[in-house]
């Protein structure tokens, strides 16, 4: 061993570059979303390496726990995924120190910092450590690892709290605003437009919805301090064509994003009275349920302490709302910049890296 | 020849029972549209029999026409095909006073009617024929044969009047409404749903346009009597999906339907009017010329002479807009009620089929 596993030792070596080394490798395994086995080799390879670790492999995704029987057990998270390199980035490299390439802020940048934890900070934690390697975080929610996970082997899962190492710019985006997405129809009787008073044209049936679903503007709820805005959006409407019928049907699909002190029933409510008494078929697609910030949990009040005030909501959505629904409190916390996700200048400063790592290692240190 | 050729004599002998037998032996030679071959074979092989026909065939549109320099000249015009048997048709055959079978009223009763006034009423009628049976009128009306021969061979279908044997239920209905489909996009600007504020939902940019023209309900015109009731009608919106996206993009469809005394510049005009400033890409999709109704024309006087009173307008779109842009005053009359037509009860009846018969070889006796 090195001694990078003394806490503390780190400081002794060139992190800043080991990190950007190991990220590097990493980016240079091509792991688009459904094709990362290679790259879940490489990590279970070096986790099994590490004899203080129980490593279980779950098709793609791979889980690593230490079980010194410490005080608190902190997950720490992470997607071995890219998106297609569709918007080519650039080529993969260490260059005006950082890496370059696709993935290397979303989220090979994060997936480095874990894997070092692992050599050379676990062993020695406060805390147990669990860390969580997953697939299939870019596509439908679906099919991600961490859905898979948290379905099948919830007791992996198990943790006092949980961090997440999306990139934050090195923020700390507690919780998570929730995400409802869902789908109406409004129904009308088709006709020939040439006698439309012999049919209802399901566009005007839909009208008075669309125009109170525009209109609503949802306030924004402070919680722990934080400011979540909340939005309800409606993102798609689909109806007849270029015809002589008069629509007969008229889908309206919504998107509403809610702050976690709210439930989803509450939020169901709410648009099913948006929408009105002419919506039918009522669906929900898509329920990724909302993370409160929890930042009174001890592990996560560390680390608010340690990046010193840059604290701010997550506005998106994350796994860490599939963590909090598990019970475990959670917040992301990674390297880089998120505008520069999935883009053709994807980069992670080696500094951005050697930061995350360290704040993560005090974090483990407890 | 049978005596029938002779005025009048067609009452001697059970004209209803042959035009029934007609149509059956029409019917049973399937004709969906783009598959006419065999039925224009039959109808061109009737035709030049009969030596005082000019006959030309262009592609599986027949044209047949007299040329006896008479003082006027009529057009009468079926077309050939029918609509897939999707929802199956009952049986062909002759049963109840009736035939029935898929196109027996829309509208091989009609293309019957006019092929034995080719074989019994023309070469002793008043006027001058042309007798135009086409294919592909079932389809979008750019494959449409009378719009192929109105484009290419324009001279075959100058005439004074026209009459189109469309069923009508043995109602003269006079001219037709005009059609334009006009499709807009209202643009917005992309944004994740978490962050809505980053974009602009072009759903709500597309919603006033969308009010307006829901709103607007043109008025009635009346014209030769009758009255033309217009329509718009929103026929299609598209936009978005089930997504985490703010909708960039909402495409509108319009459709209306305009009375005889209007130009397209004049609707497109007021279109635009309604669509509003937020309107791009402008573009129509399809223009259908209406048709006055013309009823001042002699030929179409004494038709609604012969149907006593039985004269309304026509509301749907017939190729007697295509007939009126060619400057051919036009009508649409023939045997059948409409509203079976393309469904699983399709028939007319034998005294309906002989009744338009009647009517029409007095109109061409002149």
Not at 131 to 152: A, K, P, W
Not at 164 to 186: D, I, K, M, N, Y
Request: aromatic share 4%; with cysteine; hydrophobic share 40%.
């Amino acid at each position: 061993m090195t001694p990078y596993g003394a806490p503390g030792a780190s400081g002794g070596t060139d992190l800043p570059a080991e990190l950007g080394e190991l990220a590097l490798r990493l980016i240079r395994i091509p792991s688009e979303s459904g094709s990362e086995a290679a790259i879940a080799d490489f990590v279970e390879e070096r986790l099994r390496r590490l004899e203080f670790l129980e490593v279980s492999r779950l098709g793609d995704a791979v889980v690593a726990r230490s079980d010194f029987g410490r005080g608190r057990r902190v997950l720490l998270a992470g997607h071995l995924d890219t998106v297609p390199d569709t918007v080519p980035a650039q080529p993969a490299e260490l260059v005006d120190g950082a890496v370059t390439g696709r993935g290397a802020v979303d989220m090979k940048g994060g997936v480095a910092v874990l894997l070092r934890l692992a050599e050379h900070a676990v062993r020695t934690a406060g805390h147990d450590c669990t860390l969580v390697f997953y697939d299939m975080e870019e596509v439908g929610s679906h099919r991600s690892g961490m859905n898979r996970l948290s379905r099948l082997h919830p007791e992996l899962l198990r943790a006092d709290a949980a961090i997440l190492l999306e990139p934050t710019g090195g923020w700390l985006e507690p919780g998570c605003q929730g995400s409802l997405r869902v789908s109406a129809a409004f129904r009308g009787r088709a006709a020939h437009t040439a006698r439309p008073w012999q049919g209802v044209n399901a566009v005007e049936v839909a009208l008075p919805a669309l125009e109170r679903c525009t209109a609503h503007k949802p306030e924004v709820v402070t919680l722990d301090g934080l400011r979540y805005p909340q939005a309800l959006q409606v993102v798609g409407v689909a109806a007849g064509g270029d015809s002589n019928v008069v629509p007969d049907r008229c889908v309206v699909h919504l998107n509403a994003r809610y702050a976690p002190n709210r439930t989803k029933a509450e939020v169901l409510a709410e648009l099913r009275e948006l929408l009105g008494p002419d919506a039918t078929d009522l669906d929900v697609t898509l329920d990724s349920p909302a993370a409160p910030p929890a930042l009174d949990h001890p592990v996560l009040t560390r680390l608010s302490e340690l990046v010193e005030g840059r604290v701010r909501p997550k506005l998106g959505w994350t796994d860490v709302g599939r963590l909090a629904a598990l019970g475990v409190p959670a917040a992301n916390f990674g390297p880089g910049d998120p505008e520069l996700a999935h883009g053709p200048r994807e980069r992670v400063g080696l500094a951005e890296l050697a930061e995350a790592y360290e704040a993560l290692e005090k974090v483990i240190s407890g």
